[in-house]
């Protein structure tokens, strides 16, 4: 193994759904944070850890930038604008339309006030034509000068040692940040929650989803290696208690189900875990029911 001695802090920003959590997936190479075709899936920013030759990448995976709707909305928003700073280069994720939003505007404002390295990383190019690409890639280099346009398809892999070796660029000298074989900094706690609300997300429509936050109450381990959870699921609404627990608790089990067999593989051992339902109304406009829920201020 070779010994780490440049490091690259790399933001990965963009609006909601663009496809961040998938890239950052597909770079790690395995899952830390989780995915759903919902947007603001991701809430707290996510570092994935990635070494390559002598450059160990930290890669900040953030949540989507939107207009905020609500206090945790807001919080969300803030993450975003503070991972724009401080960073060795900004990777911009748009998908492929010839056209600059509102989104993308706010974050290349961002980019221009830090005075930040940026590539524009345009996701997605599996569903479109190749002169259309083209056309993407005009009106974002009349927006800004970004040092590479780099199209890609997360999901199908397909661009990624290009956009790696113009990542690698911006490497300074520096010691190993994290240990080798750690591929994020998320607290196993953490972990579980997201991947209990990504099944939520997966497997439930409209709003109900958003309005869920998850604690982790016990998370011990037997000496078998055997790991106990309990989980707990706060929705805002009575109404969306049944929704989640479903007929005869169908649909909490299916959810649970799934939760577990992504928690192992995460986990490397046996799971067992006991979920619960409970109704916090409002949740996501109380400050005090968002930092206990581990959306902090940064």
């Given amino acids: 193994m070779n010994e780490i001695k440049k490091t690259a802090m790399i933001t990965i920003a963009g609006r909601p759904n663009v496809g961040k959590s998938t890239l950052t997936n597909a770079l790690v190479g395995e899952k830390i944070a989780i995915v759903s075709p919902k947007p603001q899936t991701t809430r707290n920013r ?3 850890v990635v070494n390559r030759g002598e450059t160990q990448f930290v890669f900040l995976d953030t ?41 993308e505007q706010a974050l290349i404002d961002r980019i221009r006030e830090e005075k930040l390295p940026a590539v524009l990383v345009i996701n997605k190019i599996d569903t479109v034509e190749k002169a259309q690409l083209l056309d993407v890639m005009a009106v974002y280099s009349a927006a800004y000068e970004f040092d590479a ?16 070796e113009q990542l690698e660029k911006y490497a300074g000298e520096g010691p190993q940040l994290f ?46 290696g055997v790991i106990d959870l309990d989980v707990t699921i706060y929705c805002e609404k009575a109404s969306h208690k049944g929704i989640i627990i479903g007929k005869n608790g169908a649909m909490l089990k299916k959810i ?43």
């Fill in 63 to 103: 949540p989507g930038f939107h207009k905020a709707r609500t206090r945790l909305g807001d919080y969300m928003v803030k993450v975003v604008r503070d991972s724009v700073a401080d960073v060795e280069a900004v990777c911009l994720m748009v998908e492929p339309i010839a056209k600059v939003g509102s989104p």
């Fill in 149 to 164: 346009i780099i199209p890609i398809s997360a999901q199908e892999k397909d661009g990624l040692e290009e956009l790696m």
């Fill in 256 to 298: 649970a189900s799934h939760a577990r067999e992504d928690i192992e593989r995460f986990m490397g051992t046996k799971v067992y875990m006991e979920t619960w339902v409970k109704v916090k109304e409002n949740w996501r406009d109380n400050v005090n029911y968002i930092r206990s829920f581990g959306y902090d201020e940064q």
């Fill in 46 to 48: 996510i570092c994935g």
């Fill in 179 to 224: 240990p080798d074989g750690m591929t994020t900094d998320q607290p196993e706690r953490q972990v579980v929650a997201e991947i209990v609300r990504e099944k939520l997300l997966r497997n439930l429509d409209k709003e109900v989803p958003h309005g869920t936050a998850i604690e982790v109450t016990k998370f011990s381990e037997r000496d078998s």
